[in-house]
């Protein structure tokens, strides 16, 4: 979710309309807990999120609160988000917490005027030095609670990417070794994990003018420290400088060798990671027949294509050609393209 962006002319007479009875009722419980009797001035639903769940601009008592309703818990979704979440509040690195309910998934949490991304001060260097001391600050945070090892919440999307049928038969197969290469030798060092969010992309990183904020836990749990900031330097550190501003604030040090050698198995299972993520959004849509080339557009081609209306924002076709080419980037091992300002939010 984005907690800055709203409809234009949400549907003022009822904005709790989209919400079931009891949704609706928890949504007033959070309300009344944090507004008592008085009656906010305005809520308007926002807009922006990719997760599903329900969300709203809530102004009263002279402030604004962020209030999110989730639908029904799945057994497929991380149990442990709105606990990290409250641990990041904490600890300054979330918006503050004004109210949570874990079993009925209601949050009602401070909103945050967002800045522009580039107007951190510095440029692109003060904001990879930011984002380092950031991850750094939530991976020295009471830890999170345990969920899956990275490596098999990758292995276990790609084996869903596989028997899709959005691919012909073999196509994938060199992709599926090379993972399957790095789980071999990837050494969990469960021992070391730490509190993390595991999605640092920008379109979870606000700026209000004088600090950065973590916003949408959905994904957040004890994992690998090496995951956030692998990320992060995909996402945030696109030159070899900004990378080593972003890894010496994280550290406040130097990485050593084994370090920057397990950052890059790392680095290519976050990538092998969100190219599941696309090429399963792109097989949810209309085929006639399997993809049979895994060529992608140069992320030149890439923006001429959206320029030119030939790919529309958030389409199966669009998601199909981000995934070729962050597959390519776990394949060959250079930086990927990042997702276009489109997605940001």
Same mark, same amino acid.
């Given at each position: 979710?984005?907690?800055?962006?709203?409809?234009?002319?949400?549907?003022?007479?009822?904005?709790?309309?989209?919400?079931?009875?009891?949704?609706?009722?928890?949504?007033?419980?959070?309300?009344?807990?944090?507004?008592?009797?008085?009656?906010?001035?305005?809520?308007?639903?926002?807009?922006?999120?990719?997760?599903?769940?329900?969300?709203?601009?809530?102004?009263?008592?002279?402030?604004?609160?962020?209030?999110?309703?989730?639908?029904?818990?799945?057994?497929?979704?991380?149990?442990?988000?709105?606990?990290?979440?409250?641990?990041?509040?904490?600890?300054?690195?979330?918006?503050?917490?004004?109210?949570?309910?874990?079993?009925?998934?209601?949050?009602?949490?401070?909103?945050?005027?967002?800045?522009?991304?580039?107007?951190?001060?510095?440029?692109?260097?003060?904001?990879?030095?930011?984002?380092?001391?950031?991850?750094?600050?939530?991976?020295?945070?009471?830890?999170?609670?345990?969920?899956?090892?990275?490596?098999?919440?990758?292995?276990?999307?790609?084996?869903?990417?596989?028997?899709?049928?959005?691919?012909?038969?073999?196509?994938?197969?060199?992709?599926?070794?090379?993972?399957?290469?790095?789980?071999?030798?990837?050494?969990?060092?469960?021992?070391?994990?730490?509190?993390?969010?595991?999605?640092?992309?920008?379109?979870?990183?606000?700026?209000?003018?004088?600090?950065?904020?973590?916003?949408?836990?959905?994904?957040?749990?004890?994992?690998?420290?090496?995951?956030?900031?692998?990320?992060?330097?995909?996402?945030?550190?696109?030159?070899?400088?900004?990378?080593?501003?972003? #890894?010496?604030?994280? #550290?406040?040090?130097?990485?050593?060798?084994?370090?920057?050698?397990?950052?890059?198995?790392?680095?290519?299972?976050?990538?092998?990671?969100?190219?599941?993520?696309?090429?399963?959004?792109?097989?949810?849509?209309?085929?006639?027949?399997?993809?049979?080339? #895994?060529?992608?557009?140069?992320?030149?081609?890439?923006?001429?294509?959206?320029?030119?209306?030939?790919?529309?924002?958030?389409?199966?076709?669009?998601?199909?050609?981000?995934?070729?080419?962050?597959?390519?980037?776990?394949?060959?091992?250079?930086?990927?393209?990042? #997702?276009?300002?489109?997605?940001?939010?």
């Amino acid at each position: 979710m984005s907690v800055s962006k709203d409809l234009d002319g949400g549907m003022k007479h009822d904005p709790f309309a989209p919400l079931s009875d009891a949704q609706r009722h928890e949504a007033q419980q959070a309300l009344a807990a944090v507004l008592g009797s008085t009656a906010a001035t305005e809520i308007r639903p926002l807009t922006g999120g990719v997760s599903g769940a329900f969300v709203f601009l809530v102004e009263g008592k002279g402030r604004r609160f962020v209030l999110r309703i989730e639908g029904p818990a799945s057994p497929l979704r991380n149990p442990h988000q709105y606990q990290s979440m409250r641990i990041a509040a904490e600890q300054g690195i979330a918006p503050a917490v004004r109210y949570l309910d874990e079993n009925d998934r209601v949050v009602l949490m401070d909103f945050v005027e967002e800045k522009p991304l580039e107007a951190y001060p510095d440029g692109a260097p003060g904001l990879a030095r930011a984002i380092g001391a950031m991850i750094g600050k939530l991976q020295s945070a009471p830890l999170f609670p345990s969920f899956v090892d990275y490596p098999d919440i990758v292995s276990r999307l790609w084996r869903h990417v596989c028997r899709t049928g959005l691919f012909a038969p073999g196509l994938l197969d060199n992709a599926s070794q090379r993972l399957a290469q790095i789980c071999s030798t990837y050494d969990p060092r469960a021992q070391d994990y730490v509190s993390s969010h595991n999605d640092v992309l920008p379109r979870n990183v606000l700026f209000d003018g004088r600090q950065i904020w973590l916003i949408d836990w959905e994904s957040a749990y004890r994992n690998d420290p090496l995951v956030d900031v692998a990320t992060a330097l995909d996402n945030f550190a696109p030159s070899p400088e900004l990378e080593e501003i972003l #890894l010496q604030a994280w #550290l406040s040090r130097e990485p050593d060798r084994q370090t920057r050698d397990r950052l890059s198995q790392v680095r290519a299972l976050t990538r092998l990671y969100y190219t599941g993520v696309l090429f399963s959004a792109a097989a949810q849509g209309p085929r006639a027949a399997p993809e049979n080339s #895994l060529s992608p557009l140069s992320a030149d081609e890439f923006e001429q294509a959206i320029r030119g209306k030939r790919l529309l924002p958030e389409t199966p076709e669009t998601s199909l050609a981000l995934g070729k080419m962050f597959l390519a980037s776990f394949l060959s091992g250079a930086v990927p393209p990042g #997702l276009p300002p489109m997605y940001m939010r």
